[in-house]
């Protein structure tokens, strides 16, 4: 089965500090090891040694065993070649001038640095040159009558049977150094290769020609049938049926470091396609000093006939193996997929050890879990049967599993059942008892009694959260609130508030404000604030005195919701904010009406706060001793122009302009700021001759834009009042040109009579003003100075302005 989380299982074999490891699997099956200080190790399939050679005093370069597993070959950097045999006497030794990087043992066949050794019938050695001239061959792997190995320049495959080379695969990345990216070769079959070399994968397939194609070329030839590209470094190549394992060298990029780094190397399994491939899995291997090693430190053999995978490397050598049945029924049960791990195992007859009783233990739990879903339906309203099956559960040890299929409805079972069930968990499972405490109605068990078995356990274990929380559940089921807010409180636990609300424990509270505020400030301030009828201000102010910080953030917050209602206490926040919260002693002070303004002076005064001393002395009117403090203690002009401006006193500004005349900062501001408030004439006449003022030019050249300025709103002012003066003149000439209504309701404003006569034949003359005032003309006065122009008389004592008659009518 493959459902497994990884297709490969892997476990470290055996750890050497080794250099080298070549594997030939023979019908014992044991490995040859060769390190570094010149000594091979043989092994066993489980690791355990066997024999150990002394060969050379530097490293070995390769081993090679024959198919028999009789014969060893050894090559070393000294230039040393040996062969001989395991159980035999013979043997063959060869000195060279140059290190031996390759040697491969086949039958009576040895190859070394593409030299070929035959035995003839005369048991004496023949050797014949494969090639020569291309620097160092760093593999070999024959299969069948083909060689193929590689060099700096690439691969090339020989045909033994015809001695004829038949190919030449050239390297790809020739960027890479190839002593540290070696190339990496396997035969699939026997004329399948494949090629691995940097990140780069050929598949090759070696080809009979056809008679007519023959004429000088070789027999055969090679056909690349897939070329393609990976993400990584390529350090080992096997065969796994028609897909790939790979082993990759991987190299990361680091998100705090520019450079990259190495990671740990990568098993995979790759499905080849003519231009690419497909992941089938990837598997990440854990081994020594993975962070120091290189590409070429890595190998990767298998074992032809078996899935066995073997990665070698400095350090650690680890084995890896297809899963099976018993990988894939482990994986099974670790997702607790039980019942499908169950059937496997029963359908397959396997028998895993202790794998098989744990599937059956966990069979037994799901049959036990149906069999109580079962109850529910077979025993239905039966509460006789259902005690017995209960006791039943219990003779087998397996209360708990029932507990969840009670019933809890209209139906029930005694008390003592449930309390049986309960006392069952309280045992063992204390998350178990308080989900059932949650879940379980309190009318089903006897309250009390398991009160009572908690606080029991609660001796041996006074600070168990759960069970506290559970007992705090009890006793608010038991309506004893306090004692379940004495637990809340202590525990901290985020319900105590919803608690005190539901249930209305106000009163309860009142001596324990301190341990709500401890708990959660903003939630029990809020709490209080909300809730003032029922915890009066002063109630809360006086459990709060001992706790000056906690007082302050309540009588803040009461503050902030109305400046009113804590005006009694205004006088001990002032302290209260210099000693907490300063940042909105200033904002305070401001929105105030209730504050004693000597008293705030007093504490500012005392902790040197100079921003709130200036407040208070210009709200108690001193505002030139404020206005000293701002130049003399703050030093900012910029914020003295502004308390200036704000208190618009032509004083303050001339003793601004006196603290400033001789510091050139201050002037360069002034004239800055000055000039909408006061005529900059009279600071430019006050600047002392030869005076360095830094900034004067652009400050002369702002005062001069801010005259023009002023001069062009004067104008435009001037323009809009004489336009809307003229236009409220036509209007008014228009309004008084228009006629005027005279009739017998109207009166004389000097006799007070009736401005007509009532009889309407006799004759008469009225005289009607602008002002709409109406007189008799024998009641009017004479005219004044100028001849023949009339003056309304309650007008001109008014002093509205005269009004001229504009009508007189006579009869």
Not at 106 to 113: A, E, K, M, Q, T
Not at 310 to 337: C, F, G, M, N, T
Request: hydrophobic share 35%; proline share 3%.
């Amino acid at each position: 089965q493959k459902d497994a989380a990884s297709y490969f299982k892997c476990h470290c074999l055996r750890t050497f500090d080794i250099f080298n490891i070549n594997l030939r699997f023979i019908p014992f099956q044991f490995l040859a090891l060769g390190t570094h200080f010149g000594k091979v190790f043989l092994l066993d399939i489980q690791g355990n040694l066997t024999q150990k050679f002394e060969i050379s005093p530097v490293k070995i370069n390769q081993i090679s065993l024959d198919e028999s597993g009789e014969h060893m070959g050894i090559c070393s950097e000294d230039g040393k070649v040996q062969v001989f045999g395991l159980y035999t006497r013979e043997g063959f030794h060869e000195n060279f001038d140059c290190p031996v990087k390759v040697i491969y043992v086949r039958g009576g066949i040895l190859i070394y640095s593409l030299l070929l050794y035959e035995k003839n019938w005369l048991n004496r050695w023949k050797t014949s040159t494969l090639h020569e001239g291309e620097g160092t061959i760093t593999n070999v792997q024959w299969r069948a009558n083909l060689i193929a190995w590689a060099n700096n320049m690439g691969v090339k495959i020989y045909d033994i049977s015809t001695k004829q080379r038949i190919t030449n695969v050239l390297r790809d990345n020739v960027s890479l150094r190839p002593d540290m990216y070696p190339c990496s070769l396997c035969w699939k079959d026997n004329s399948t290769l494949i090629i691995g070399w940097g990140s780069s994968i050929k598949i090759c397939v070696v080809k009979e020609r056809g008679h007519t194609e023959l004429r000088d070329l070789p027999s055969r030839y090679v056909e690349i049938v897939s070329a393609f590209e990976t993400e990584f470094f390529i350090s080992g190549l096997a065969p796994l049926a028609d897909q790939l394992v790979t082993l990759y060298f991987v190299k990361e990029n680091s998100d705090h470091m520019e450079e990259e780094f190495r990671a740990r190397p990568c098993l995979d399994i790759i499905q080849p396609l003519p231009e690419g491939y497909e992941e089938i899995s990837s598997d990440a291997l854990t081994v020594r000093n993975f962070q120091e090693n290189e590409c070429r430190d890595y190998r990767l053999e298998h074992s032809e006939g078996e899935s066995l995978y073997y990665i070698i490397s400095p350090k650690d050598i680890v084995v890896a193996k297809e899963r099976d049945q018993d990988d894939h029924i482990d994986w099974l049960l670790d997702k607790k997929k039980y019942e499908v791990g169950v059937i496997i195992i029963q359908s397959s007859r396997l028998h895993v050890g202790t794998l098989y009783f744990a599937a059956i233990y966990h069979l037994c739990s799901v049959l036990m879990h149906y069999n109580c879903r079962k109850c529910q339906k077979v025993l239905g309203k039966n509460m006789e049967l259902w005690e017995n099956e209960v006791y039943r559960f219990k003779t087998i040890g397996q209360l708990k599993a029932i507990s969840q299929y009670l019933p809890r409805g209209d139906l029930r079972l005694r008390p003592a059942i449930y309390e049986m069930i309960l006392h069952e968990f309280l045992k063992s499972d204390y998350e178990g008892f308080a989900t059932l405490i949650r879940e379980w109605p309190g009318e089903l068990y006897n309250n009390m009694t398991i009160v009572q078995a908690v606080t029991d356990h609660l001796k041996k274990d006074p600070m168990n959260s759960t069970l506290l929380t559970t007992l705090a559940e009890l006793y608010t089921y038991d309506q004893r609130y306090d004692r379940a807010l004495e637990i809340y409180l202590r525990l901290r636990h985020k319900d105590v508030y919803q608690l005190i609300h539901k249930h209305d424990l106000f009163s309860s509270i009142e001596d324990k404000i301190v341990l709500l505020m401890d708990f959660d400030k903003e939630k029990a301030v809020d709490m209080l604030l909300d809730n003032e009828d029922k915890i009066l201000i002063d109630r809360v102010v006086e459990e709060l005195r001992d706790r000056p910080e906690l007082l302050h953030i309540y009588l803040h917050k009461l503050f902030k919701r109305d400046h009113h209602k804590g005006q009694r206490y205004h006088e001990r926040q002032i302290g209260l904010y210099a000693e907490y919260d300063r940042p909105n002693l200033l904002p305070f002070l401001r929105d105030s009406i209730h504050c004693p303004l000597e008293k705030a002076l007093e504490i500012c005064q005392e902790r040197n706060f100079v921003e709130e001393t200036v407040f208070l002395l210009s709200r108690m009117g001193n505002c030139r001793r404020a206005l000293q403090m701002i130049m003399e203690e703050l030093e900012d002009v910029d914020k003295a122009i502004e308390f200036a401006k704000e208190q618009d006193d032509a004083e303050l500004w001339e003793d601004l302009i006196s603290y400033s005349i001789d510091k050139p900062p201050f002037i360069t501001g002034l004239l800055n700021n000055i000039g909408t408030h006061v005529d900059p004439i009279l600071l430019i006449h006050r600047i002392k001759e030869g005076m360095e003022i830094p900034n004067l030019r652009d400050s002369l050249v702002k005062i001069l834009q801010d005259y023009n300025l002023q001069i062009l709103l004067r104008e435009g002012c001037k323009k809009i009042l004489v336009a809307d003066s003229l236009s409220l003149l036509q209007k008014m000439h228009r309004t008084q040109m228009r006629g005027v209504r005279v009739d017998e309701e109207n009166i004389c404003e000097s006799c007070h009579a009736s401005i007509l006569p009532s009889d309407m034949a006799q004759n008469f003359s009225v005289v009607v003003f602008h002002c709409r005032h109406m007189f008799h003309k024998e009641c009017l006065p004479s005219p004044g100075t100028i001849p023949g122009v009339q003056f309304c008389n309650i007008c001109s004592a008014k002093r509205r302005g005269p009004g001229s008659g504009i009508l007189e009518m006579k009869k």
